[in-house]
């Protein structure tokens, strides 16, 4: 560290500490509050939905539900009550937890009913007309060629006028792209193209990355005045984990630049993960200057199978089929901002800063009326701690209102305190939010219907979804780990189906493997799952099952087994084991081969347990696929006759899917229609409540 920069910090320490009066030379450790002290305007706390298909089984909830769960997180004063909403932009790859339906597939082609993420933003924006809106793209379709693109940028901007031509919503930020480096050329291009289009109001921030070197475009910024110019905020990931320099943040300030943190991560459960947010919230301020926050992200609408299915969201929402959802502490750290402050409030920054025995407070105030809040956290304080409070010009003298979070209790009303002065005393390891405003209440819905799991036996034949643009042209329960299975026509025009329509390699944000979606209960043993299928020339099309594993997010291969056909009648029953280092390998095949069956360590990569060739297959043609399992036997058959048999026991349980593989340089397009799924064995039946489910886009 320079010297330079080792002043700066310690300066800035100091301030931030000298700054509450908590010194040596302030024995009474009072917090003096002004309405004419300086601080940044506050542009509000949040979370991403997306980044994968975070809430795909929330649009399959029964519509009291949905109303509930997303009243929850986005209804004012209520629950989590958050004041800002980051999405992506959907691309048709894999960007964590599964993909979602671009708006444009290839070029010319614009379908904005496609997907769900349409939806989420009308709800959201029609419980809180102030929320603030954000959006930026993880991955994009082929034809855009480069990320860093004039395609792109126009990609972009057809996306803006989608929403708001036929939802009538308009976005306050974009960026630029997910944690994928920057590009100062593309970020001008891009604030041209909305500008000619007509979306000037539309603030742009880049560029959203993470690690030591996220804001090495700053540097570039103080020497382009036209990158100066197109970037409204700078923005960045994980300042919980890399916080911001001394330098890097008054490089910002002086360009008159608001810091945005546009993704942070909180994955501790319980309590935790609820002080953990708020002290989240509050450090972002305090030593990175950020004054929009937002959390990977908000309701987990995904199967418990997929990667963080749970400690990060605020809620969980993954049982469509039975209705039951449940709230996680989480939901209240974001309710000690988001029922206390509101975009556009300004920061008080005398009342910002650590507190002496452990904890943090930020503190800020309505320009407008004088009313002003602050947060507290004590995570890891060792013992209580009294903090006086004098309130000057400018504030309201009002009574306060008090709520508290602590391991026992969340978000509680607590006794209110005397406006003007006062004073508070800080039990550790808890929450406190103080303000003036009223309003404030701990939602709750009685009555939330009890957890049951997926029905079995199961069939869909997609003829339900009459018009499948209202359903966004996503059937029920699928959840697309990459690539796109949609709602279609049957190519034979004897009623619906679903077709996966991605034919090309993304532009993923992550890893690819062969596209596939899946369903059902992790815990299934024995049954059938099978699927009419109709192969395009070179297309192949395969039924998964037993799946107990599908990646880290980061890179999306299974665990399981499926069964493949090609349009040439060749079929093969495929053991998957996830990811494949070649350097797991070694010696020649026999010494692989022992490798191999061992128990006791896991080699990824794709085994074929038996193949067959089917006479009687050709393009364009339906056939039927079904795998069996019944203990270690597993069978193969097509047209109800079987092809292919193997023993293996090396995953016993897991859920069902449907696959179109990577063949060399492309995707396959597989139809499947007539998608069954029937206990046999150990599995039980479970039966299917016929939930009343209302469309996501009725008559547009």
């Not at 304080?381 to 004098?390: G, I, N, P």
């Not at 939330?448 to 966004?472: C, K, L, N, T, V």
Request: proline letters at 5%.
């Amino acid at each position: 560290m320079t010297m330079k920069n080792m002043k700066l910090q310690s300066w800035f320490a100091a301030a931030m500490f000298l700054s509450l009066g908590l010194g040596e030379a302030a024995a009474q450790k009072t917090i003096l509050l002004s309405g004419q002290s300086t601080g940044k305007q506050f542009d509000g706390i949040g979370a991403v939905n997306g980044g994968g298909a975070t809430s795909v089984l929330l649009k399959d909830y029964p519509e009291q539900q949905r109303r509930e769960i997303l009243d929850m997180v986005y209804k004012p004063m209520f629950g989590g009550s958050v004041s800002t909403l980051l999405v992506e932009i959907p691309g048709d790859g894999n960007s964590t937890q599964g993909s979602m339906l671009s708006h444009s597939h290839y070029r010319g082609d614009n379908n904005y009913e496609r997907g769900y993420t349409w939806w989420i933003l009308r709800e959201a924006k029609q419980r809180n007309p102030q929320l603030s809106l954000d959006a930026t793209g993880w991955s994009a379709p082929a034809w855009v060629g480069h990320f860093w693109s004039q395609d792109m940028a126009d990609y972009y901007v057809d996306w803006l006028q989608g929403l708001r031509s036929v939802y009538g919503i308009e976005m306050d930020a974009i960026g630029c792209h997910n944690e994928k480096g920057y590009s100062n050329d593309f970020a001008k291009a891009l604030r041209r193209t909305m500008n000619a289009r007509g979306f000037e109001n539309v603030k742009l921030h880049g560029f959203d990355n993470w690690g030591d070197h996220k804001m090495d475009f700053l540097k570039d910024m103080q020497q382009d005045e036209e990158l100066r110019n197109a970037l409204y905020a700078v923005s960045a990931h994980t300042f919980s984990e890399i916080q911001l320099t001394p330098e890097q943040r008054k490089a910002a300030e002086d360009m008159g630049k608001p810091i945005w943190n546009s993704e942070d991560h909180n994955y501790l459960p319980g309590f935790d993960a609820l002080i953990t947010i708020v002290k989240c919230f509050n450090e972002n301020y305090i030593v990175s200057g950020a004054t929009k926050v937002i959390n990977w992200y908000d309701i987990a609408g995904v199967y418990p199978l997929e990667p963080y299915s749970c400690d990060p969201a605020m809620l969980l929402a993954r049982e469509p089929w039975s209705g039951h959802y449940q709230i996680r502490e989480a939901l209240w750290g974001y309710a000690h901002y988001g029922q206390f402050t509101q975009v556009g409030w300004r920061y008080i920054d005398d009342g910002c800063g650590p507190l002496p025995k452990g904890g943090t407070v930020v503190s800020l105030r309505n320009p407008e009326t004088g009313d002003y809040s602050m947060i507290f956290e004590t995570k890891g304080a060792k013992e209580a701690q009294t903090v006086k409070v004098k309130v000057g010009k400018g504030l309201s003298k009002d009574r306060l209102c008090v709520w508290r979070s602590t391991e026992q209790e969340q978000f509680t009303q607590q006794t209110d305190l005397k406006g003007g002065s006062f004073s508070i005393t800080l039990q550790p390891d808890a929450v406190y939010s103080l303000s003036t405003t009223r309003g404030q209440q701990h939602g709750v819905f009685a009555d939330i219907p009890a957890s049951q799991p997926f029905p079995i036996p199961y069939e869909d034949d997609f003829e339900q979804y009459a018009r499948p643009s209202e359903w966004g042209y996503l059937p029920h329960y699928l959840a697309d780990l990459i690539g796109a299975f949609e709602l279609v026509e049957r190519p034979d025009h004897h009623g619906l189906c679903i077709r996966q329509t991605v034919g090309e390699h993304t532009l993923s944000w992550a890893p690819e493997w062969h596209h596939y979606t899946i369903l059902g209960d992790s815990a299934w043993t024995d049954y059938e799952v099978s699927a009419d299928v109709c192969l395009n020339p070179q297309d192949e099309a395969a039924v998964m099952g037993r799946l107990c594993d599908v990646g880290s997010g980061y890179g999306i291969w299974a665990k399981g087994y499926y069964l493949k056909l090609d349009a040439h009648g060749r079929c093969a029953l495929v053991l998957t084991r996830g990811k494949l280092d070649q350097k797991e390998l070694i010696g020649d095949k026999e010494q692989q081969a022992a490798i191999l069956a061992r128990k006791d360590v896991e080699i990824g990569g794709e085994y074929t347990l038996a193949e067959a060739r089917v006479e009687g297959i050709s393009p364009l043609q339906w056939h039927n696929l079904k795998l069996r399992f019944l203990g270690a036997d597993i069978v193969g058959f097509v047209d109800g006759r079987e092809v292919v048999r193997a023993t293996s026991d090396h995953y016993r349980k897991g859920m069902a899917g449907l696959m179109a593989p990577l063949q060399e340089n492309r995707v396959s397009t597989p139809y499947f229609d007539n998608l069954k799924i029937t206990p046999l064995g150990r599995t039980r039946t479970a039966a299917n409540p016929h939930l009343n489910v209302k469309p996501l886009y009725p008559q547009l």
